[in-house]
């Protein structure tokens, strides 16, 4: 996996796209990939819990994707995809720690078949520039 990293430590691997919301959404696997970045886990702090939609739950752009639990607080993580979730993360529902050692990896929310993105996606320069801020 190419992964590009920034002086200011931010990982983002280059095939996925990313959004504002520091989730990130990964076209190269069907159904796609949606996951929270290595960033928004840090900003976040240690992952503790993840509710995850169910397969067959129908995502829209801005609605909720899924509820994220830390020793910091409970954050509700919005969607930059419309479509239908075909699984979620098995590994995340029953460890959500793993979302903490490996967001790009086995820490993945869930799978969807994508119908509509929403239209401030970045690569992972664009990502970078938008964390530094």
């Known amino acids: 996996m190419t992964v590009n990293e ?15 919301s520091h989730v990130w959404l990964d076209r190269s696997v069907c159904p796609a990939r949606l ?3 290595a960033e928004g886990v840090r900003r976040l702090g240690s992952v503790i819990f ?16 899924c509820e994220l639990e830390s020793s910091k607080s409970v954050q509700s993580v919005p969607s ?5 979730v075909v699984r979620a993360n098995s590994d995340v529902d029953i460890d959500a720690g793993v ?12 799978e969807v078949a ?7 996606a970045m690569d992972a320069s664009a990502y970078h520039a938008f964390c530094a801020k």
């Not at 993840?50 to 994707?65: C, M, N, R, T, Y």
């Not at 930059?80 to 239908?84: L, S």
């Not at 994508?114 to 401030?120: G, Y």
């Open 99 to 110: 979302i903490n050692a490996d967001p790009y990896g086995r820490g993945w929310l869930c």
């Open 6 to 20: 920034n002086a200011s430590g931010v990982e983002a691997p280059e095939r996925l796209a990313y959004f504002p």
């Open 80 to 84: 930059p995809v419309a479509g239908a």
């Open 50 to 65: 993840a509710d995850l939609p169910a397969a067959g739950a129908q995502l829209s752009i801005g609605g909720q994707l």
């Open 35 to 37: 996951g929270v970045t």
């Open 114 to 120: 994508v119908s509509e993105v929403l239209n401030e």
